[in-house]
């Protein structure tokens, strides 16, 4: 979101970005553009999201903008309320198919709800964009409509690290389920190599437990939320990265994660899932091992990029490559181009 907010700003646009005030949040930081963040009293459930959108709702009948935008479905009400309120151009992006999530997509009532959400934003929306081909295929088939393909890309590095000794693996992102992690952490018991997790969320006490299960303390280290130069480091000197997914719902299969480029951007190879986004990705630029998130598919992964240096290095120089092609600064010109149109 700094890196949207800051491209429209840089563009010339006056740009507010709101968001919500968390126990373990990091103070903000100055931006070319004004923040915002709710403190809600409930922090999940049913209760937090009509808590959210109705702080939403107030905070726009005080403050007037010539558009709004909406990210996924969980802030679309507000956004679909006030543009059509104060008849003024929305933006719908679409980072998630949240119908399709894994917490939603076995809960029938649930995500009916979230589904007329999604299609209520669809139809509304002045402009519409998503994160994948899959996604913007499905979305574009769907409600019949147009649907711009915005990647969620890093800013592009220029440092070339070497791993540090001992090796690790690194993986960065929320501690959710569907996430790859518990056979990840499985599949350390026979990797000579520490694994870092980097992130917050629900799974976190559960993952730990593993780890003190398996005995495994000394190799599978906890981070917490880093700040995202602090990340950045740590990540280019690790030796490869973990994003796998479980297929759990459309949004998952259909995903294309801000990891996998924050890893090539790093100039590290990765165990990825093969599903179609980094199957078709990989193809461009072959910078990862694909691995389905089983205990024995990710150990073999994460070995071959220990002891096959002459792999290794190859991943790494196609990294080194891709980075200069998948980048935000090139997908960062085309949401301005689409902003510009409005």
Known sequence: MRRIAGTLAAAGYQVTLLGRQLPASTPLEEQPFKQHRFTCFFLKGPGFYLEYNLRLLFWFMRHPFDLYGAIDADTALAGIFTSWWRRKPLVYDAHEFFQELPEVVHRPLVRKLWAWVEDLAFKRATLAYTVSVSLQEYFQQKYQRPVALIRNMPLRQTAHSKPKTPPFFIYQGSLNVGRGLECTIEAMQHVPA????????PLKAQLQNLTYRLGLEQKVLFKGNLAPAALVQLTASALGGVMLLEKMGLSYYYSLANKFFDYVQAGIPQVCVPFPEYRLLNAQYEVALMAQPQVQDVQDAM????????LYGRLRENCLLARQEWCWEKEGQRLVELYNKL
């Open 303 to 310: 070995l071959k990029l220990l002891q096959d240096a002459e």
């Open 194 to 201: 520490q694994l870092v997790i980097c992130g917050e969320g």
